[in-house]
């Protein structure tokens, strides 16, 4: 199976900040990544398709950029709302798999 | 976009069957391209995908559970189940239920849409 892996682990930041998340794949998926948002108790959202397509409703602030096996996303200026943890998932080949969670807390 | 949700017993005994049952609405699961997934998240941890049907009745499971896990659909329902045997503690987990879409071109979306989850415990 695709191991993918996120960076950091967890990340403090505050309004208003940019930030990145990294997320590696250990082979190549071309762009076959999509980013989930998560907040406590809840069902994971769907943020971003095809590496680097917002899904319709998603704030323009969070992109994403790669290809390969190299990923981020990018929230461009955090929104209290934006504080949860984030994970990539590689959806090229089965078995899917998730990147381990990026928390993003203040 | 569709609306999912899952239902089934909380507590399974050790050694049972985990059965539990997710309700597409506002969609057919006979939608061309879309495939329907099962995911589960243990407490405190990450995501693990277990598996998928497509509304032929075509499956494909993760190693991780393969053996123990099937998935089946209902299109008269507009549901699809999963049923775990065997269970232990390390099956303990919130489980989602969750849509896919594959386009023309070969390439997939990912998990557009969740159901809230389930949480279910193995204890005797």
């Known amino acids: 199976a695709i191991q993918m892996t996120q960076s950091p682990s967890s990340l403090s930041a505050s309004v208003g900040d940019r930030v990145t998340i990294t997320c590696r794949a250990s082979?190549?998926?071309?762009?076959?990544l999509s980013w989930y948002q998560q907040k406590p108790g809840k069902a994971p959202d769907f943020l971003i398709y095809?590496?680097?397509s917002l899904q319709s409703g998603v704030p323009s602030r969070f992109s994403g950029t790669g290809s390969g096996t190299d990923f981020t996303l990018t929230i461009s200026s955090l929104q209290p709302e934006d504080f949860a943890t984030y994970y990539c998932?590689?959806?090229?080949?089965?078995?899917?798999?998730f990147g381990q969670g990026t928390r993003l807390e203040i | 976009q569709v609306q999912l949700r899952e239902s089934g017993p909380g507590l399974v005994k050790p050694s049972q069957t985990l059965s539990l049952t997710c309700t597409v609405s506002?969609?057919?699961?006979?939608?061309?391209?879309?495939?329907w997934s099962w995911i589960r998240q243990h407490s405190g941890a990450g995501l693990e995908w277990l598996g998928y049907?497509?509304?032929?009745?075509?499956?494909y499971y993760n190693p991780s559970v393969k053996g123990r896990l099937t998935i089946l659909e209902d299109t008269s329902k507009n549901q699809f189940s999963l049923k775990l045997n065997s269970v232990t503690a390390a099956d303990t987990a919130v489980y989602y239920c969750?849509?896919?879409?594959?386009?023309?071109?070969?390439?997939?979306?990912?998990?557009?849409?969740w159901g809230p989850g389930i949480l279910v415990t193995v204890s005797s």
């Open positions: 998932l590689q959806n090229y080949n089965y078995p899917y798999t």
């Open positions: 095809g590496a680097s």
């Open positions: 506002g969609g057919s699961m006979t939608t061309r391209g879309y495939y």
């Open positions: 969750a849509s896919e879409r594959w386009f023309d071109y070969g390439s997939s979306t990912g998990f557009v849409s």
């Open positions: 049907v497509h509304h032929t009745g075509n499956t």
């Open positions: 082979q190549a998926i071309r762009t076959d």
